[in-house]
């Protein structure tokens, strides 16, 4: 997906304006929520679930080649291949290579935000690939053109009349059908994709070390018939999926459905080791899976940011966020967006691109209560903010403007004469806005109230009483 | 990029001693005490239903044939998989024609375990996948005896087990909520799940 998060200034206002994919995000979003709160709440002590989840997570990154060499091992002795790939270039490159060497004129994709982060459909088509999108939402924003906004839904944003007319437009589908008919369509036609594809292209949510086994969640089942059909099943991933055990996903499947979609259990759940053996009937003949990094052992590397490694990918802080809920996730400009997108974009993409997103939030700190493997996200969103200052990253005005104010606040004296000076005017009940720096950005959508003609240290001077305060006796001057 | 180099990046990135030995975390927290087949089958059956799949309680094999016979009413066509516990069901001789999982109307097969506390089925590919995904309607024979009462049981004996190429896990029927979060079925994999639990193993 092309990055456009610098377009953030523009690109949220737009966002705003947009009356009906605010709608829609907001219902999506609230009823998630709504399922989530209710899921946790079944959990004996779901405090101590995310905080064991938190624990795993940490041992995992701190040992991570440690353990990707594990991994790779045992997909390996399986007869499974294991590639490593720098960067989305290098891990294109692997996959075409791969897709070429199997003749593969149509592959058919599961829901993958690595693929989209490393834009790898456009790779496969410029090869002259013909590339299939099988989860539904993203089915439908491929026949649109347009990406997803949100990483468990990826077409919350898009209300059900634009599904009507595209589907009537494609497949003359009369338009008002019903959910079950538009879906019933879309079975139809990506079905023959499975029966046909040569390649099938999965995500992957979980990567487990010791056994040499990746996992899929889903509720369409377009995951199961990706990796299960087709001659060859590609897996990619970024290196931060790894767990250690079959075991440890007791507990990071119980936590990661009830934070997405307040599920206790996806519909379909994969646990894939290695390509069909000899006596199955069915199943993939080649097995890939190719390991990226793109930036991760950057933030693996950054100690104050190293905990973002441990998403599961849950979407829960997107769903929490009063400030994803008015946007939705295409103003945010990339893959990733909400809270985590704000937080990982500048480890992945640097500062100079993302320092939009860090600010795009009241630090309300909802975010950090669901996160069901409890990344301190506002906390981090801080640490960004202030790295994007001491970066040199804000606007001259602002950085001026915050000098200055600093300035005034430590020196009395210069407080006291400014404070008289504010009084000197008669404003009324708020502050015109005077343009100065950084004032003048609070005043643009907020009032700033004017101060009273006088001060309260005037007034305690004047002898300042209330009839109910308790007398006060006065201290003793003392000698030393 | 060679996976010497990569890993070596990350090694770096991760800042660790190598030398020093590795001790994962604790394992996770304890197991469920076994509970009662009978228990575990309502508790099944009430959280599969919440799903939207079905499941027939039956006392006896032979109850479980005619719960069988009466949901094979008006298919015409059927796939199966390899499954030990449908030699006990003479499945070619129900009228059906044995057609490819592709174009059956129905796939009937075991599964190896399942879940009290999600209502989930665990599937071995050893028995074959695409009966359990390709045929609109699934039916899956079980005995109580293999369920097991919650997730954390579960993965905790696959990780016990040799493992088949894949294990797939399917808690109901395919569900899709991608069109404005409207609920449709069938979208992609089986639109209807039926599951008959024989209760007396």
């Known amino acids: 997906m092309e990055i456009s998060i610098h377009d953030f200034p523009e690109a949220h206002l737009r966002a705003l304006a947009n009356t009906g994919v605010r709608g829609a995000v907001m219902r999506a979003t609230q009823t998630f929520n709504q399922a989530r709160e209710e899921r946790y709440a079944e959990l004996p002590d779901v405090e101590a679930l995310k905080a064991y989840a938190a624990t795993v997570k940490d041992h995992t990154l701190e040992h991570l080649d440690y353990y990707l060499g594990r991994l790779a091992d045992n997909i390996e002795s399986r007869g499974g291949h294991v590639h490593f790939a720098l960067d989305g270039a290098d891990a294109n490159q692997i996959i075409l290579a791969i897709t070429q060497a199997a003749n593969a004129k149509l592959i058919v994709k599961s829901k993958s935000m690595v693929t989209e982060e490393i834009e790898l459909n456009h790779a496969l088509e410029t090869a002259g690939m013909k590339v299939i999108e099988s989860d539904l939402g993203e089915y439908i924003l491929q026949l649109e053109g347009e990406h997803p906004s949100h990483i468990i839904g990826p077409a919350i944003h898009k209300p059900k009349t634009e599904v009507d007319e595209l589907f009537h437009k494609l497949y003359d589908v009369p338009l008002g059908s019903s959910a079950d008919v538009l879906a019933g369509k879309a079975r139809e036609i990506i079905r023959q994709d499975f029966l046909n594809a040569d390649v099938g292209i999965s995500g992957v949510n979980f990567a487990v070390a010791e056994s040499g086994s990746i996992v899929i969640v889903e509720n369409e089942g377009n995951a199961r018939l990706t990796t299960s059909r087709p001659r060859v099943h590609i897996a990619v991933m970024g290196l931060e999926k790894v767990i250690p055990n079959i075991h440890d996903l007791g507990v990071f499947l119980k936590l990661l459905p009830r934070a997405a979609t307040g599920q206790r259990s996806t519909v379909f759940v994969s646990l894939i080791s290695g390509p069909k053996t000899d006596l199955e009937v069915d199943g993939p003949e080649e097995f890939h899976v190719v390991v990226l990094d793109n930036g991760r052992s950057s933030v693996l590397a950054d100690i104050e940011m190293r905990a973002s490694l441990r998403c599961i990918r849950c979407g829960a802080c997107l769903n929490t966020c009063p400030v994803y809920q008015q946007l939705g996730g295409h103003a945010y400009g990339w893959v990733y967006s909400g809270p985590i997108g704000s937080v990982l974009d500048p480890g992945l993409l640097g500062l100079s691109e993302a320092k939009s997103l860090p600010f795009a939030s009241s630090l309300c700190g909802a975010c950090g209560d669901v996160c069901p493997v409890k990344i301190p ?32 606040m430590k020196n009395p004296a210069l407080y006291k004469l400014s404070s008289k000076l504010g009084r000197f005017v008669k404003w009324g009940k708020t502050m015109p806005n005077l343009g100065i720096a950084p004032l003048s950005s609070w005043q643009a959508t907020r009032d700033f109230p004017a101060p009273n003609q006088k001060s309260f240290r005037d007034l305690w001077n004047e002898g300042l009483n209330t009839e109910a305060a308790p007398k006060l006796e006065k201290p003793e001057a003392s000698d030393d | 990029m060679n996976r010497a180099d990569f890993l070596a990046r990350v090694q770096s990135a991760t800042g660790r001693n190598p030398k020093a030995p590795i001790t994962r975390p604790p394992a996770p927290p304890s197991l469920n005490p076994i509970q009662d087949a009978r228990v575990l089958a309502q508790r099944f059956k009430l959280e599969n239903e919440r799903v939207l799949g079905q499941v027939h309680l039956v006392e006896s094999l032979e109850d479980a044939r005619e719960g069988l016979k009466t949901l094979l009413i008006g298919k015409t066509s059927y796939v199966s998989s390899s499954h030990e516990i449908l030699k006990e069901f003479a499945l070619e001789k129900n009228g059906l024609t044995l057609l490819e999982p592709k174009d059956a109307d129905v796939g009937i097969t075991g599964a190896n375990f399942a879940v009290a506390a999600t209502g989930s089925l665990a599937f071995s590919s050893s028995h074959g ?24 049981d579960l993965y905790a004996k696959l990780g016990s087990l040799e493992l088949p190429s894949a294990w797939g896990m399917h808690t109901g029927p395919s569900k899709s909520a991608d069109i404005e979060q409207t609920m449709a079925l069938g979208v992609h994999g089986p639109g209807r799940v039926d599951v008959i639990v024989i209760l007396d193993s």
Not at chain 1, 387 to 398: N, Q
């Open chain 2, 129 to 152: 996948r695409l009966a359990t995904l390709l045929p609109f309607h699934h039916i899956i024979l079980l005995k109580a005896s293999q369920i097991l009462p919650d997730i954390e």
């Open chain 1, 377 to 408: 996200l506002p906390q981090m969103l801080v640490t960004q903010r202030t790295r994007a200052v001491s970066g040199g990253l804000m606007p001259v005005a602002e950085t001026l403007g915050i000098k200055a104010f600093k300035n005034l």
